[in-house]
């Protein structure tokens, strides 16, 4: 079992930027792959970003060279880093963990706003 809990969603005007933690507890010796995923209200969940343990990246067409997904083994946390946010980046974010056998585990959910 995986655990995962993210931090750092909030407020932020266009432009700014912010920081979201996922931290992870539990049996993840055998993830092969973490990310971000996010909901905007009435659309479908879409990746965000992904890093491999291999730390390979993935980015969403929309997201890149705004964010920048990165992982600290030692503290088992992935972060993500959002950059020249805009309002369409508006929703809920969710920390998912993909192992290399079986169902993904998924963290509750942080909201990030973007609005003036």
């Known amino acids: 079992q995986v655990q995962l809990v993210e931090s750092g969603g909030g407020s932020v005007q266009p432009g700014g930027s912010l920081r979201l933690s996922c931290a992870a507890s539990?049996?993840?010796?055998?993830?092969?792959?973490m990310g971000w995923y996010r909901q905007a209200p009435g659309k479908e969940r879409e990746l965000v970003a992904a890093?491999?343990?291999?730390?390979?990246?993935n980015y969403a067409h929309s997201v890149k060279g705004r964010f920048t997904i990165s992982r600290d083994n030692a503290k088992n946390t992935v972060y993500l880093q959002m950059n020249s946010l805009k309002p369409e980046d508006t929703a809920v974010y969710y920390c998912?963990?993909?192992?290399?056998?079986?169902?993904?585990?998924w963290g509750k959910g942080t909201l990030v706003t973007v609005s003036s």
């Open positions: 998912n963990a993909r192992p290399y056998a079986g169902k993904d585990y």
């Open positions: 890093i491999t343990s291999g730390a390979n990246t």
């Open positions: 539990g049996s993840f010796f055998y993830i092969n792959a």
